[in-house]
């Protein structure tokens, strides 16, 4: 099973920006679906971005489109999540999962489901 550890997460003002890393180890990162979930205080954990390997088609939750842009860097089992023009709403705990090896998205993307390996989840706080 893959092991994830996410970083870059802190505390930024209302339309900053942030950038979070997740380091990927231990099993078939190229071809294993990534995505980045949130969950805020009393709330359900929420998908943000995912992407898939083949190719690396890239899905968003409304909330963050056209603002969190998900990459993946395969030569250095790496995934992350770029977001701008950050929200107050956007507070969060952010955390990296991935799908077992070969799972691939249905024309709608994935589910969270089809994650089965998870990271410790980084903070990230945006101030009014």
């Known amino acids: 099973q893959v092991q994830l550890v996410e970083s870059g997460g802190g505390l930024v003002q209302a339309g900053g920006s942030l950038r979070l890393s997740c380091a990927a180890s231990?099993?078939?990162?190229?071809?294993?679906?990534m995505g980045w979930f949130r969950q805020a205080p009393g709330k359900e954990r929420d998908v943000v971005a995912t992407?898939?390997?083949?190719?690396?088609?890239?899905y968003y939750g409304d909330s963050v489109k056209g603002r969190f842009t998900i990459s993946r860097d395969n030569a250095k089992n790496m995934v992350y999540l770029q977001m701008n023009s950050l929200k107050p709403e956007d507070t969060a705990v952010y955390s990296c999962?991935?799908?077992?090896?070969?799972?691939?998205?249905?024309?709608?993307?994935?589910?969270?489901?089809?994650?089965?390996?998870w990271g410790q989840g980084t903070q990230v706080t945006v101030s009014s």
């Open positions: 231990g099993g078939a990162f190229s071809i294993s679906g």
């Open positions: 992407i898939s390997w083949k190719p690396a088609r890239t």
């Open positions: 999962a991935a799908t077992r090896p070969g799972v691939l998205p249905d024309t709608t993307g994935y589910t969270r489901t089809d994650f089965t390996s």
